[in-house]
C-alpha cells in the first residue's frame, strides 16, 4: 500500500485527468482510498491534451460511404436472419438452418410508384443508389435489377432491434422511410425468437394534390437450392407460390414440395402485407415466364403503368410480388407493413457446422420455432395478430435504452452486439435448449460447442433472456460435467450421447462463476440445489492429481488449457483468477445450500491463492505468468494437451512475461456478479493502467502482426499482448499480436468498475469508431467469424456505470452509478423483471426511483449512495403507500431495510429519498 505521502503527491494528476468526466461521488473517494493515480497532464498519454476524435452518438446514424458495409440483421432470437443493408436492401439471407455471408434469392427488392395528377407516373426500386465498386465479369449482373432507377440518396438510423432508413429523392414527390425490426423483448425469449421480419414504410404526401401510391415487395421463392445462372431463367422449379388470406393480412406462403419433407433446405416462407383494407391489394405467385430477362422486364412494366400487378400468366415463375396501393391526401400519410415469415424445422450438425457423435451428423436437432408453428403461415397469423404486444414491449425496451444518460458509445457497443443473439451464431434445438457457435463462417457456424471459455465474457443472456442462460448451465452442469468433474468445453449435438472429452481451465472455472450469477439474478433456491452437486464436482476437478491445482493450494500450476487455444503451464493471472472467481462463487452458492464446511474450504482456498497471486505473479506493474513444466504421463486425464503446447516439460505458446489484455478477467467478471475484488484492489488498478499504457495503441501504423487482423493503420486499439520489457518468448502463444474487441471490452469495462472512467470509455469509443460502416458492418463484431459471441461482453459496460446490482435471494436492490450521480438515469432488468431508474444526489438529499416495465421485481432493501449527507429523514413510497423501514448508514452509502418484502409488478414505481433536513 502506498504512504499518505505518496498519495497526496499523486492526486493532482489524477484529478486532472478525470476532470473531463462527472464521476460518481464515490468513485474519487474510492481513487483516494487506494492512491490510484494517472498520468500527469503533460504525459503523451493524458486524454485532455491530445486531439481526440468526437464522442460516438447513439442512435447510430449512417450515410454516403457508410451505408457500404451495413447489414444489420433482423430475425428471431436463435431463429436466423436478414439482413437490412445500408441503401435499405435485403441482404445476408441466413433462414436457412446456416450462416450463409452474401446468400440472397436472386430477386428480393421493394418498388414504389406515384401519381400526381396530370403528370406522367414516377416508379423506382426502393432503395437507395448502388454504391461503388460497379466492376464484376458481367459488370453487375442482373440480380435485383441493378439498372432500374434508384432512389438518390438515404440516411440509415440503427438502434438495434430497430432500424429506420430515410430515403431522399428530389424527384419523387412524395417522403419515404423505412422502419424495420423483429420483436425483442427482455426476459421473453420465445416472442423474442420469432422467425420474423416487419418492414413498415411510411408515405408522407407534402404536396397540394391527392396522390396515388403504391409499394410492392418482390422475393424469389427462396426454399431449395438456387440455380445461378449468367442469365435470368428463374423458372419455378418445382417450386410453389400460394395466396392467402387471413384477418387483416394476406400474402404468398411459399412452398417446394418436390423437397422431401427431411431435406435441411426443406421448410415455407411466407410475403405477406398487414392493413390491406386501407388501400387495393394485388399480386403474382409469379412473374410471367420468359427466357433471358424478360420476366423482370415484364414485372416492372405491369407495376410501372398503373401501380398495381395483374393479371398473371398462365406459365410463371417463382418470383412472386405483393403490392399495396393507397390514395394519401395532401398532407397525409400512410403506411404499407409488410411481413416476411420462415419456417425450416430441418436443422441438422451437419448442415449448421456443428459437430456431432459418430453416426449422428445428419440427425434433425430442430429449431424451437418449428415447434410453436406448423408453417411460415401460422407465423403470419401470430405476428399480425400479436403485433401490437410485441411491438409495444420493443419499443418500450428501445426507449428504456435511449432515454439513459449513459454515454453514447456505451448504448453503441451494448446494444449493437445485441445483433449476434439473431444472427446464425445462436440457435434453438427443437427441445428448447439454447446453443451457440463462437461465430460464423461464410457458410456454416465457426467453432461449435458453445465453447465455454469463448461465452464466459458475455452477459448478456444472464440479464435479458435468463431463461436462455439457465438452457446453458443446465446443459454445462448437467450431462456435459461427468461423474469426475470434469466439464466438455464444447458440447456435441445431439446431446447426452458423447462427451467432447476435453476440459478447459478458464471455461470451467468461469461457468461456476456464471453459474453464481444466473442464481443470484434470480433468487431460485431449488434451482440452485439441483445443480449445487455437479457444480461442487466441477470446482473440485481442479484438485484430481495431475490437474490445474492438484496440491490444493489455490494455485493453478498444472497444464491449463484456455481461450488461446493452447495450454499455460504454470501458474498465469488468465486462469488463475478465473479460479479466485469461481472460488467466490461456489463459497457463496455452498453458504446458500447450507454446504457450510464447503464454503470454509473455498474461502480458506480463495485467501491462499489470492496472496500468492500477488506475491508472486505481480510484478510491480502487472500480472505474469510463471512457465512451468510438467511431464505428460502426470496429466490427468481429460485435460487438453496438444493444441500447442505438445511438449509440456518444455512448453512453447506461453505468455511468460507478456502484459495480457485479459488478464483480469475474472475480475472483470466477479464485478459483474457482485462478488468482490480477489486481489490486491492496488495491485488490480496498477495492472489496469498498464494495459492502459502497454497494449493500448493510439495507432496501428507501426504495430507488426503476422496473424489474423481485426484493426490496422490509423486505428487505436488494445492489442492482446505486449512485452514491455522485452522477453517475448521466441514463440509466444498464438494471438498476441492481434486485437479482438471481446478482449478489449472485458479490460476497459474493468476499468469502468474501477473507475478509471475516461481510459475505459476512449477504449470502447475507439472500438466503436472502427465499427463505422464504410470499413466494417455496425452490427457484426467479428473474431473468429462474424458476429462473435465474446464481444457480447460490451453488455456489461451498462451494468458498471449505471451501478445497479441484484440478490434475488436477499431482495436487495443497489444503485450506485459511476458517472454524473446528480442526475442520472439508466436500464436495469433481473431475472424476473426489468424496467429504468432515475437518481439525483444533490448536497442535501439523495432521490432514487425505480420503475418496473415487465415482470415483478421483489425488494426487501435499497442501498444508495448519499455522499456525506447526515441522514436525518428518509421515504421509501410505492406509488403514494409510504413503506416501514430502517436506516442505516454504510460508509458514503445509506441502506434502507423494509420491514417486510414487497413485489414491484408492472407499471410499479418504488421512490427512495435520504435527506440531512428534518
Known sequence: MKTPEERNGRKKGRRRFLKTVSLGAGATAW???????????????????????????????????????????????????????????????????????????????????????????????LEARILPPYEGPTGLGFANVPGLPRLESCTFTGEFPMARIDFEDSGLPVNVSLEAFSPFIPLDADDSGLPAVVLRYRVNNPTTSKLKTSIALTIENPIGEQRTKDVDFTGAYGRANEYRKGKDVEGLLMRNPFLPTGDPLAGTFALSILGADTGKVSYLRGWPSARWWESALLFWDDFSADGELGPESAVRTAVGSLCLAQEIPSGDKREYTFLLTWHFPNRTPARCGWSAPNGHEQDVIGNFYSTRFRDAWEVVDYVASKLTKLETGTRQFVAAIRETTLPGAIKDAAMSNLSTLVS?????????????????????????????????????????????????????????????????????????????????????????????????????????????????????????????????????????????????????????????????????????????????????????????????LFNGEFYVQKVGAVRKEDIAKGLQVGMGTVDTEHPTFQLGEGCLVDQLVGQYFAQVAGLGLLLDPDHILATLQSIYKYNYKRTLKDHQSVQRVFALNDEAALVICDYPHGGRPQVPFPYFAEVMTGFEYSAAILMLYMDMIPQGLELIENIRRRYDGEKRNPWDEAECGYHYARAMASWSSILALSGFLYHGAEGSVVVQPRISPEKFASFWSTAAAWGTFSSAMQQESTGLTISVVHGELACRSVIVTAGKTEVKKSSVRIGDSSLDHSVRREGRNVALTLTRQVVLKEGDQLSVEVSSTS
Open 31 to 125: 481513487l483516494d482510498k487506494v492512491g490510484v493515480t494517472f498520468p500527469e497532464a503533460s504525459n503523451e498519454v493524458a486524454r485532455e491534451d491530445r486531439a481526440f476524435p468526437g464522442q460516438v452518438e447513439y442512435p447510430r446514424t449512417l450515410r454516403g460511404s457508410q451505408l457500404k458495409m451495413v447489414s444489420f440483421p433482423l430475425g428471431g432470437v436463435g431463429a436466423g436472419s436478414i439482413g437490412l443493408g445500408g441503401r435499405g436492401q435485403l441482404r445476408d439471407w441466413e433462414i436457412f438452418n446456416r450462416a450463409e455471408k452474401g446468400n440472397s434469392p436472386q430477386y428480393a427488392f421493394p418498388s414504389i410508384w406515384t401519381e400526381r395528377p396530370n403528370q406522367a407516373p414516377l416508379a423506382r426500386i
Open 424 to 616: 446464425p451464431t445462436c440457435f434453438r434445438t427443437s427441445d428448447g435448449h439454447f446453443h451457440g457457435f463462437e461465430g460464423c463462417n461464410q457458410k456454416g457456424g465457426c467453432c461449435f460447442g458453445s465453447c465455454t471459455h469463448v461465452w464466459n465474457y458475455e452477459t448478456v443472456t444472464a440479464h435479458l433472456f435468463p431463461g436462455l442462460s439457465r438452457s446453458l448451465r443446465e446443459q454445462q452442469f448437467g450431462f456435459s460435467t461427468d461423474k469426475d468433474g470434469r466439464m466438455d468445453f464444447r458440447r456435441l449435438l445431439p446431446g447426452e450421447i458423447e462427451h467432447w472429452g476435453h476440459a478447459a481451465a478458464d471455461g470451467q472455472m468461469g461457468t461456476l462463476m456464471k453459474l453464481y450469477l444466473d442464481w443470484r439474478l434470480s433468487g431460485d433456491a431449488p434451482w440452485l440445489r439441483k445443480w449445487w452437486p455437479s457444480a461442487k464436482r466441477a470446482l473440485e476437478f481442479a484438485w484430481i492429481a495431475g490437474g490445474w491445482d492438484a496440491n490444493r493450494d489455490g494455485v493453478m500450476e498444472g497444464v491449463q488449457h484456455n481461450t488461446y487455444d493452447v495450454e499455460f503451464v504454470g501458474p498465469n493471472p488468465l486462469c488463475g483468477i478465473w479460479y479466485l472467481g469461481a472460488l467466490r462463487a461456489t463459497e457463496e452458492m455452498a453458504r446458500a445450500v447450507g454446504d457450510d464446511k464447503a464454503a470454509e474450504d473455498y474461502h480458506r482456498l480463495f485467501e491462499s491463492g489470492s496472496k500468492w497471486i500477488d506475491a508472486h
